[in-house]
């Protein structure tokens, strides 16, 4: 696997990274290599078994990136095939209590921080070909990254709560479901939704904690930035839409020529 600093990057600036929502090994090496800082694949709204989650965090990582993935949920067994698969951190959506972060991070963590399933065999540890088994176990733990989001109300509620846990590093804030939860579905640019952001990621920052956040343009972007988010995520899948659009509507205006 590849072994990453991103930890220590996010404190120095912020960093951009690219969800992958396609089941493609494919598409994820090459969206690494444009140059993002990390990719994050996205297995709670994309379909992709382990074998192909293993081979996107391998293309990943082959390019140099390092690879988050998107849990389906908060469950031990997808936090624990997602990092035997190699993966350098894990996001989880939809936690909101207490309980519920301190799970994913004692999931996530091998003892004596957590409760991580041993095993040497997976590609985590080159398939038990890594020399120093407890410098591998002291390693995994200091770089990997436990990012739970905070999407919910509830969330938002309790987040003075979960700032309190040691062993996350990054809060990432869900802007569509937050709106969702606000009831601005309608409008997840709504005032009070931007409010709302801004509020969580200076009580995140207060806290000494990073904040991320998804953006879906360059103006979304700098203003995420100014309001303190350093852990930034956007996607190609909006990106291709939109100039697929465009091309489509100017070349259906041009003449045929005859």
């Not at 991580?116 to 390693?139: T, W």
Request: charged fraction near 20%; glycine fraction near 6%.
């Amino acid at each position: 696997m590849l072994w990453s600093d991103l930890k220590k990057r996010l404190d120095e600036r912020p960093m951009f990274g690219c969800f992958v929502t396609f089941p493609s090994p494919g598409l994820t090496e090459f969206t690494a290599q444009m140059g993002f800082d990390f990719i994050c694949m996205d297995n709670e709204h994309g379909i992709m078994d382990y074998m192909v989650l293993e081979n996107m965090i391998r293309g990943s990582q082959c390019a140099g990136v390092p690879s988050i993935i998107r849990t389906p949920a908060n469950r031990p067994e997808y936090i624990q095939k997602a990092l035997d698969s190699g993966a350098n951190g894990i996001q989880i959506p939809m936690v909101n209590t207490l309980d519920e972060v301190k799970e994913a991070v004692y999931a996530a963590h091998y003892p004596p921080f957590g409760k991580r399933g041993f095993d040497f065999l997976p590609r985590a540890c080159d398939y038990s070909l890594y020399s120093n088994k407890m410098d591998y176990l002291r390693k995994a733990n200091e770089q990997l990254m436990v990012i739970p989001q905070i999407e919910t109300v509830e969330a938002i509620e309790n987040l003075e709560q979960l700032l309190t846990v040691e062993g996350v590093d990054v809060f990432f804030i869900g802007p569509f479901d937050l709106a969702v939860s606000m009831g601005y579905a309608h409008n997840p640019r709504h005032p009070k939704v931007l409010q709302m952001i801004e509020r969580c990621i200076a009580m995140i920052q207060k806290k000494g904690k990073i904040a991320g956040i998804y953006t879906s343009d360059v103006e979304q972007t700098k203003q995420a930035v100014q309001w303190g988010a350093s852990y930034i995520l956007t996607d190609l899948t909006q990106a291709m839409t939109q100039w697929s659009e465009q091309y489509l509507q100017s070349v259906k205006k041009i003449e045929s020529i005859k």
